[in-house]
């Protein structure tokens, strides 16, 4: 989303304008990096804050999605803030590339374990809270991203009568690790999101919009060939009912469950005789 080489207070703040921009972001609560609310009216007559998010921020793409859940999890039990404030709805983990939730009442459980050393370092992998808290939060990760969608091939460079944009996604160390599984679906850079939340963040649930191309498309055989989470949901709109969007071709809007398998390729029931059977409207 956005550049690697921000600082985490700048993707903080990238993050509050572009996603956060109507609610009450300013709060600061203790070592948590980031928190969202309800605004609230001077004139309220329920002054409690009520609290949407808490999360964990990290600059760049190369922590761990679970480190981070671990880590804001520890804090607030080491902090105890949740005696001082009334819980989320939601915890959080975000970074320059990702935002990804959990809902608070899937590890609430924690907080009330009178055994729980929360001073336990989050680097401690070996620990049985570190493990304790890893099994909670991979049973529950939704990881929601808004990926760019450039991609280094055209319909010249396919056909053999053009060239690829220079180091547009080939140059990535995801496509060069993946490059051999997905084949030349990795030239974009969504289906290397993808892959690497599949392979790398397993069990997740994975929210997104994007082309058909997944289900449908010649150059992602590869990709559908080891992407086998199910969907879950879809539904399809044309792409010109965004701003600034003219083009006539469909947008799908999908839920993947990366824990569940089944045997068909698109991870569809019944694969779609045409794109209405996914689920929505399009006027192709």
Known sequence: MYPLTD?????????????FADYDCRKLIGNIDFSVAIRK???DLFPEVEYLLWAEAKAGNRHSIYDSFIQLILTIG???TIDKLLPPKFLGALDAEKIAFIPYSAVMEVFSQNDFNWNVAPTDHESKQFKQ????????LVIYINPPYKEATNARTITGTGNNQAGATIETATYLKYKNVIGIAGVELFAQFFIRIYHEIPGAVLAEFSKLKILQAPNFSDFRSVF???????????AN?????????PIGFFIWDTADKPHSETGLTNSPS???DVGGVCQM
């Open 7 to 19: 600082k985490e207070g700048t993707v903080i703040n990238n993050i509050r304008e572009d996603f």
């Open 41 to 43: 009216d001077r004139r």
């Open 78 to 80: 080491r902090e105890r």
């Open 133 to 140: 808290l890893k099994e909670l939060v991979r049973r529950r």
């Open 228 to 238: 086998k989470a199910k969907l879950l949901k879809a539904f399809i709109v044309p």
């Open 241 to 249: 009912t965004f701003d600034n969007v003219k083009g006539q071709f």
């Open 274 to 276: 045409k794109l209405e």
